[in-house]
């Protein structure tokens, strides 16, 4: 190789990555947008009694089994999101833990499950579109007979929701489905969630994320201490208001544009990264991911133009051989 | 007339048997996994849902198994054709751990009986970095496996039929050889993509985002030349075989290079992002990226001058530490500075550690078994000149 | 009663004579007595020192009885007792000497009966407050014989041995104290500040929380332990909510959403429909109501609790709003953040020896490997010397 093809060869190369790494930063695709008719749900902690009841009803929609401690099945003391478990009530305590939604020497209640993100991470990632953002409803969905387990969903999540089960031999990824799973389809139905129509306060509302949205601002508009008649099931239709008492919330509902955004959103007095939130900004990781994905994979263009040069260049090579001696 | 030589050694050696000994226990515990659940055997939970089978077998060990894929590129591409002798060992380490990463892929996948729909198109998502990594890794076994296949046909010349596949293969070469460069350029910068997508859980000194791929590619190149050096030394010094030092010191030379271009392109980004500081913070992040930044640094202090190059033993040491600086980047990013939330934990179980123990043994006993019945191995005179 | 045994009495016990002056056999009364005890989580030893109390007519209080603004439920409530029956009560177990409703005297005699009273048991007698004392205006909204039932309830309460607020408006205003409260209604406890008042709330009241009390204090001479409400802790320390034979409804989830719904039907908890058993402590779950049966008391018939003899509560939310859940100091139940489901295997210091090993194995050849070389570099160099 003369002194020529060298520096056209890497002058070539360095382009070419230089290239795709200015190009990634323009072409990187935008957040998605919320599906048309994204239905999502709206937790606000301040109205959760911890009575469990959504945990419950979750279980008995999705035929889970209790979480036991210690061996005997006394009740369900699911710790977390687990493969039996797709819905959890959890707490944060601090000091005396007495007085709820104060952070200092108070708690506040927290629902963990799937959020239905905007522009979802496990979606993104997953190889084998196992896991499906609905282009109606937004319900990320998953198709177990298309999972091969390599649970890249599980990184790709925000929030650490899919589970996949680690304690059987053909297991598989457990999350929530908004009820709308095969064989369960609560939603087509014109039912509500499961957790929504258990939750006797109206903590977990059901309806369309727009709606949601609306009554979550309309919430945070209010002045603490105003009493307000909060609706219980679906925000649309409720089943019954009861009237309590404005809490001081937090100034942001979480979920409305953190990495995209998602479709079950969350309301709390106390800071969300205390109920274990993660630290997100506005653009999803997916996005950016994809992006840099998309610059270098766009219809294979880039690949190929360097597969064909690397043809040329190896074939030219072997068949000129090589400047300093050795052959094939 | 061949460069290439099987070295006449006895196969069954003490620390060929030894080494059976591990992958015996591997089967066993890999037994229990697939009868049981992955759970049986390995430490994994909600927030680490890789462990080292895929951080150890995939992330590092493909990068590991870059021999093949730096010398490819300087011999073919750069045409420097005095590294020829180099290629063949190079490859079979390649093929090696290509071909267990594969398989610690496959051991790893929670539904690998669906594993062929990562091969169905209409399944196939296109942005999916899995999907891209698994494709490639997939087609670059294969090719490692054609471009490996003259070696294995040399030993059967006398056969007719090994006579006509080699000369099909020998045409179509240049398109499988420009194959294997492009393969291994384009996943080993998406293992780099998987810690963009892996978001706020990758630590900040590691989460470069749009630098990743870049990055990944580098140092997987990067450490593909170190394992020739470690590879080559390490079979002089086991086989008694004169080094091939001055052959090597020139792969010291690139390896200068890229571990500048690695650096610099590293903290450019640290730098930009605006996270500099986060390097003195003394916490578990910042300690181990000292760390890391040291196993870059000595190789760098060490290959920088040509008496450096030219000592075996300092360039051995200089490529160990490139090997350990690549893996450890790797790790850390993937696993010790990896942070799902409050509350997860990660440390692998003794049978999870025992199956990634017994890959790598597996790994070495089929290495030893190709030299040693195999025309691998450069011609010792050749090395010598 | 004799030292080593629980179970005789002294000498002095007449139980013929109670017998005879109660209407009931031996058994019944000593029955009702450990009933009595078993309520206030006492042994059989209290018990007999009830019966022997109640056989002791010598021991029988005096009681002043006043009625403020109320519906008289409290005795209503109580002439319907049955363990004892009322007149039992009244006339073995106390001496009632003035109670605006029951007296068969009436006017100035009955007043002046009072005062008599009063004076003769200086210190010894036990004043009952029925319902609400109006402060407004002076206290003009309640007279009786001309004096306000302020002045009538602080005169009372002077020389009282112990004062007993009985139903929720004496506890603490009851349905007239609710906002706009025009009268100034108010509790006794609130009325008559430093005092120590054992407060009975109820709308109406259990009679056997009033009756346990009043046996307590005519056994042991003193008043049973009471909470910060003045309410005796032996019936008022439980939640309802935490009690109601409801409650695994409400755990699981199952709520009746409208009176007669399916749910309704199926005896579902009542949270939904406003029941405010998670904010109000009495014993209902387990002593019911009058000793009805077949599960008589709110609850127990389908209604949700109103919450009645909770300040705060009863007349002062909405009958059907939802209640505050205000037991569960967490953690008790609840997960934290950061509380996770992981399986940790007790196997990774074994692990940690074998990565250990894994990357000294690799020093340690790296390292023997190089001095190797550097043997045979200085070989081959020796021999390309002689070479040249």
């Known amino acids: ?328 | 007339m061949s460069e290439y030589v099987e070295l006449k050694r006895p196969l069954f050696t003490p620390f060929f048997m030894a080494l059976a000994l591990l992958v015996g226990l591997a089967v066993v515990f890999l037994a229990v996994r697939f009868v049981n659940g992955m759970g049986s055997v390995a430490n994994l939970n909600g927030g680490y849902s890789w462990g080292i089978w895929v951080v150890y077998d995939i992330v590092v060990g493909t990068a590991l198994a870059c021999g093949g894929y730096a010398l490819a590129v300087t011999v073919y591409v750069f045409n420097k054709g005095k590294y020829h002798p180099l290629i063949r060992p190079a490859l079979l380490t390649s093929l090696l751990g290509y071909g267990f990463a594969a398989f610690g892929a496959f051991v790893d996948m929670g539904r690998w009986w669906q594993f062929y729909n990562l091969f169905l198109p209409w399944q196939m998502n296109f942005h999916s970095v899995m999907l891209e990594v698994g494709l490639c890794v997939s087609a670059y076994v294969m090719v490692l496996s054609i471009e490996f296949l003259p070696t294995i046909l040399q030993r059967f010349r006398a056969q007719a039929l090994a006579q006509r596949i080699e000369s099909v293969l020998s045409r179509a070469l240049f398109f499988v050889i420009a194959l294997g460069i492009l393969l291994p350029t384009m996943h080993q910068s998406s293992l780099g993509s998987f810690l963009i997508a892996m978001g706020w859980k990758v630590h900040p000194l590691w989460q470069t985002l749009h630098f990743q791929p870049l990055l990944a590619v580098l140092s997987a190149f990067t450490m593909g030349f170190a394992i020739v050096v470690l590879e080559s030394s390490l079979a002089a010094a086991a086989f008694r075989r004169a080094p091939e030092t001055p052959l090597l010191a020139g792969l010291g030379r690139i390896i200068v290079g890229l571990i500048v271009a690695f650096l610099v392109i590293r903290f450019a980004a640290i730098l930009w992002q605006g996270k500099l500081g986060r390097i003195f913070a003394f916490d578990l992040g910042s300690l181990m990226f000292l760390i890391e930044t040291a196993l870059f640094a000595y190789p760098l202090a060490v290959l920088i001058s040509p008496r450096g190059r030219r000592n075996a033993k300092k360039l051995l040491y200089a490529a160990a530490s490139m090997v350990l600086a690549g893996a450890l980047y790797r790790f850390d990013a993937f696993l010790i500075t990896f942070d799902p939330g409050p509350g997860y934990s990660y440390f692998p179980a003794f049978p999870e550690s025992m199956v990634t123990v017994g890959t790598v043994a597996a790994e070495i006993m089929a290495y030893l078994y190709f030299v040693k019945k195999f025309p691998v191995l450069p011609r010792e005179e050749h090395a010598a000149a | 009663m004799a030292k080593d045994s629980n179970f005789s009495f002294d000498a002095s016990t007449d139980f013929a004579a109670i017998e005879q002056r109660l209407g009931v056999s031996r058994r019944t009364f000593l029955k009702f007595c450990t009933g009595v005890a078993a309520s206030f989580g006492l042994g059989t030893k209290a018990a007999f020192a009830m019966a022997e109390a109640i056989a002791n007519p010598a021991k029988r209080p005096p009681v002043i009885w006043l009625h403020g603004q109320e519906c008289t439920g409290p005795t209503e409530s109580l002439l319907r007792s049955e363990q004892p029956t009322f007149e039992h009560l009244i006339l073995d177990l106390i001496s009632l000497d003035y109670h605006q409703t029951l007296d068969a005297g009436a006017g100035h005699r009955v007043e002046a009966v009072k005062r008599e009273a009063m004076e003769k048991y200086k210190g010894k007698y036990l004043l009952v407050v029925e319902g609400a004392i109006p402060l407004a205006q002076n206290g003009i909204f309640c007279k009786i014989g001309g004096q306000t039932m302020m002045d009538a309830t602080r005169e009372a309460a002077e020389n009282a041995a112990a004062i007993v607020a009985f139903g929720s408006c004496a506890s603490w205003g009851g349905v007239q104290s609710a906002a706009p409260n025009p009268t100034g209604a108010t509790g006794a406890p609130q009325f008559l500040k430093g005092k120590t008042v054992v407060t009975i709330p109820g709308c109406p009241p259990n009679p056997a929380n009033f009756l346990g009390t009043v046996l307590y204090f005519v056994t042991y001479g003193k008043l049973p332990p009471i909470d910060d409400k003045g309410r005796p802790k032996w019936a008022y320390s439980r939640l309802i909510h935490e009690n109601c034979y409801r409650r695994p409804h409400f755990d699981a989830g199952r709520f009746a959403t409208q009176f007669g719904d399916e749910g309704h039907r199926q005896g579902w908890c009542l949270y939904k429909l406003g029941c405010k058993g998670p904010e109000t402590y009495n014993n209902c779950p387990s002593l019911e109501y009058n000793n009805v049966g077949g599960g008589v008391w709110p609850i127990g018939v389908g209604h949700p609790c109103f919450g009645c003899s909770e300040q705060g509560t009863g007349f002062n939310k909405p009958m059907f709003s939802l209640a505050e859940v205000k037991t569960h100091t967490p953690p008790n139940a609840f997960p934290n953040i950061a509380d996770r489901q992981n399986p940790t295997s007790s196997t990774v210091v074994a692990a940690a020896a074998v990565a250990g090993a894994a990357v000294g194995a690799f020093l340690g050849a790296t390292a023997v490997a190089g001095k190797k070389l550097d043997g045979k570099q200085a070989e081959a160099s020796q021999s390309a010397d002689k070479g040249a």
Request: charged residues 20%; proline residues 6%.
């Open chain 1, 1 to 328: 190789m003369d002194r020529r093809n060298f520096f056209k060869a890497s002058l070539g190369a360095t382009v070419a990555s230089a290239a795709a790494l200015a190009s990634s930063s323009v072409q990187a695709r935008p957040n998605l947008e919320p599906a048309p008719d994204a239905v999502g749900m709206l937790f606000d902690a301040t109205l959760c009694v911890g009575c469990k009841a959504c945990v419950t009803k979750c279980k008995q929609v999705n035929g889970m089994p209790p979480v036991p401690m210690g061996g005997d099945v006394h009740a369900d003391f699911a710790l977390d999101l687990s493969a039996q478990t797709l819905n959890v009530i959890k707490v944060h305590a601090e000091g005396k833990g007495a007085v709820k939604d104060v952070l200092v020497d108070g708690f506040s209640f927290e629902k963990r499950s799937c959020m239905h993100c905007v522009d979802p991470g496990c979606v993104s990632v997953c190889p084998v579109k196992a896991l499906k953002r609905h282009p109606g409803t937004g319900i990320v969905s998953y198709d177990v007979d298309a999972c091969i387990g390599c649970r890249t969903c599980m990184t790709g999540c925000p929030y650490n929701v899919p589970q996949y089960d680690y304690n059987n031999a053909l297991g598989k990824i457990h999350k929530c489905q908004m009820c709308n799973q095969k064989g369960v389809e609560r939603i087509d139905q014109g039912m509500m969630t499961g957790c929504a129509e258990a939750c006797p306060t109206g903590a977990t509302l059901f309806g369309t994320r727009a709606a949601l949205l609306e009554e979550a601002k309309r919430r945070l508009a209010l002045k603490p201490g105003q009493v307000y008649n909060y609706p219980r099931g679906d925000v649309r239709k409720p089943d019954s208001f009861h009237e309590k008492a404005v809490p001081e919330y937090q100034r942001t509902v979480w979920g409305e544009k953190e990495a995209g955004g998602t479709n079950v959103m969350h309301l709390s007095s106390i800071p969300y990264d205390k109920l274990g939130m993660p630290p997100l900004g506005e653009r999803s990781f997916a996005s950016i991911s994809e992006g840099v994905q998309g610059t270098v994979y766009n219809y294979m263009a880039l690949p190929a133009i360097a597969l064909g040069g690397l043809t040329w260049l190896v074939r030219r090579n072997i068949e000129g051989g090589h400047d300093e001696g050795g052959k094939q």
